[in-house]
């Protein structure tokens, strides 16, 4: 099993629906959680990240983190065709250096 | 354009030989960050170096190895190609100490045949 677990998707939806994308982990030490978007032939790119538990808003992107429950969340508000890309969600432990453990990535595609 | 510059950006190689990839960090980043991104496994992360010191390893293979010159870029080489070996392999940088500002370059596409 792996260490951050992301449904693969895809993903399509309308123009301006909500978006939930979720990522479910099992270490426990995880304590930086990130979201990455990726187009197609690129690199990926921050989106946003939270440290340990919470909610975190920037525009219409929210990241919420369960630690609990070691479940996170990316949702999108208004979606827009621009939006079509791979979302990765990826982590890192508090004193791992940088290192990331990231998700398989969900394909997302919004529809106009 | 990130700032950090992989080069080749394509590469198709027979099996056995050996290839090396190139990686220009964004300017006044000290850390370099080497992923494999393959249709099953995702992205893994492969080494780290810190201005010119190898500060993590990931799940290199033994075949696989890595550098940073003192102009801070870095080079990956891979030798003895497998068809496995065929994947997208990323650079990022960032300023080096604890962050998670990455910034990931565009990869190079290696095909092996």
């Not at chain 2, 290199?60 to 030798?79: K, M, T």
């Not at chain 2, 990323?90 to 500002?101: E, H, K, L, R, Y």
Request: glycine share 8%; net charge neutral; aromatic share 12%.
């Amino acid at each position: 099993q792996k260490e951050v677990e992301q449904d693969p998707g895809p993903l399509s939806v309308p123009e301006g629906a909500i978006v939930s994308l979720n990522c479910t982990y099992s270490n426990s030490a995880f304590q930086y959680f990130m979201w990455y978007r990726q187009y197609s032939r690129k690199g990926p790119e921050l989106l946003m990240y939270t440290y340990s538990s919470g909610n975190k808003e920037d525009g219409r992107f929210t990241a919420q983190v369960d630690k609990s429950s070691k479940y996170i969340s990316l949702f999108i508000r208004d979606s827009q065709p621009s939006d079509s890309a791979t979302y990765l969600c990826a982590m890192r432990e508090n004193n791992a250096g940088n290192m990331l453990t990231f998700g398989g990535g969900t394909r997302l595609m919004v529809k106009p | 354009d990130s700032g950090v510059t992989q080069t080749p950006k394509h590469l198709i190689t027979a099996t056995g030989q050996r290839v090396t990839l190139r990686c220009s960090p964004r300017s006044g980043d000290l850390s370099v960050y080497w992923y494999q991104q393959s249709l099953d496994q995702g992205l893994q992360f492969l080494i780290q170096y810190y201005n010119g010191e190898e500060r993590a390893k990931g799940n290199i293979l033994e075949r696989f190895s890595a550098q940073q010159f003192p102009d801070l870029h870095s080079e990956l080489n891979l030798s003895s190609l497998e068809l496995g070996d065929s994947a997208l392999y990323f650079c990022a940088s960032s300023v080096g100490g604890p962050t998670v500002d990455y910034t990931f370059g565009s990869g190079t596409r290696l095909t092996v045949v």
